[in-house]
């Protein structure tokens, strides 16, 4: 199984601050790479699917890249609804797994 | 609107079976593979498994080989996951979500998740 690993595994930052966090795979995944976002008790949202494409409707503050085994995903002036959790995961092969999540706090 | 419904909350003893149920509204239910999920309390995401609706093929993982077995019924665009054999860790919130093909980036990606459903494994 291709594992995925986040960091940090949280964060703390500011209402406009611009954060980057980290996904790796244990072996190149090419761009089969997504990354979500998850409120307390709701189901993920997509984010960025291919590493690098934004979902229909997501604001254009998000972004991803990357390639192989190093994925980001950077938020340019966070807001207040950005301050919960992100997870990575990947499409490359099955069983697709997930990164086990980055929380970003209000600091 | 596109959107997947999953029944609700379930409390089982251990050793007992539960099937959550996934309704599929807004789209083509046969068009795209349906996955499974799960979530414990405060952990992050696990992948289950997933289904065809349109053919009935399924792919699970390893650790739930022999205990999980996802079907579909395609006359009321509804997808099930059955677990059996619970145990105590299996207490989680279990989602659905619907598998996009992205031809632009030819990857695949969860677009729509159900709402979850609660199950609690407690003697």
Same mark, same amino acid.
């Given at each position: 199984?291709?594992?995925?690993?986040? #960091?940090?595994?949280?964060?703390?930052?500011?209402?406009?601050?611009?954060?980057?966090?980290? /996904?790796?795979?244990?072996?190149?995944? #090419? #761009?089969?790479?997504?990354?979500?976002?998850?409120?307390?008790?709701?189901?993920?949202?997509?984010?960025?699917?291919?590493?690098?494409?934004?979902?229909?409707?997501?604001?254009?503050?998000?972004?991803?890249?990357?390639?192989?085994?190093?994925?980001?995903?950077?938020?340019? #002036?966070?807001?207040?609804?950005?301050?919960?959790?992100?997870? /990575?995961?990947?499409?490359?092969?099955?069983?697709?797994?997930?990164?086990?999540?980055?929380?970003?706090?209000?600091? | 609107?596109?959107?997947?419904?999953?029944?609700?909350?379930?409390?089982?003893?251990?050793?007992?079976?539960?099937?959550?149920?996934?309704?599929?509204?807004?789209?083509?239910?046969?068009?795209?593979?349906?996955? !499974?999920?799960?979530?414990?309390?405060?952990?992050?995401?696990? !992948?289950?498994?997933?289904?065809?609706?349109?053919?009935? *093929?399924?792919?699970?993982?390893?650790?739930?080989?022999?205990?999980?077995?996802?079907?579909?019924?395609?006359?009321?665009?509804?997808?099930?996951?059955?677990?059996?054999?619970?145990?105590?860790? *299996?207490?989680?919130?279990?989602?659905?979500?619907?598998?996009?093909?992205?031809?632009?980036?030819?990857?695949?990606?969860? *677009?729509? !998740?159900?709402?979850?459903?609660?199950?609690?494994?407690?003697?």
């Amino acid at each position: 199984d291709i594992q995925m690993t986040q #960091s940090p595994s949280s964060l703390s930052a500011s209402v406009g601050d611009r954060v980057t966090f980290t /996904c790796r795979a244990s072996q190149s995944i #090419s #761009s089969y790479l997504n990354w979500y976002q998850q409120k307390p008790g709701k189901a993920p949202k997509l984010l960025i699917y291919g590493a690098t494409s934004l979902q229909s409707g997501v604001p254009s503050r998000f972004s991803g890249s990357g390639s192989g085994t190093d994925f980001t995903l950077t938020i340019t #002036s966070l807001q207040p609804e950005d301050f919960t959790t992100y997870y /990575c995961q990947q499409s490359y092969s099955t069983p697709w797994t997930f990164g086990q999540g980055t929380k970003v706090e209000i600091k | 609107q596109v959107q997947l419904v999953q029944s609700g909350a379930e409390v089982k003893k251990p050793g007992a079976s539960v099937k959550v149920s996934c309704k599929a509204s807004g789209y083509t239910f046969t068009g795209y593979y349906l996955h !499974w999920v799960r979530q414990a309390p405060g952990q992050g995401l696990d !992948w289950m498994g997933r289904i065809s609706p349109n053919t009935g *093929d399924t792919n699970y993982a390893q650790k739930f080989q022999g205990r999980v077995s996802m079907t579909r019924d395609t006359a009321i665009s509804t997808a099930y996951m059955e677990l059996s054999r619970l145990r105590s860790d *299996d207490t989680a919130v279990y989602y659905c979500a619907r598998n996009k093909y992205y031809a632009d980036r030819s990857t695949d990606a969860f *677009d729509i !998740w159900g709402q979850g459903t609660m199950v609690t494994v407690s003697s």
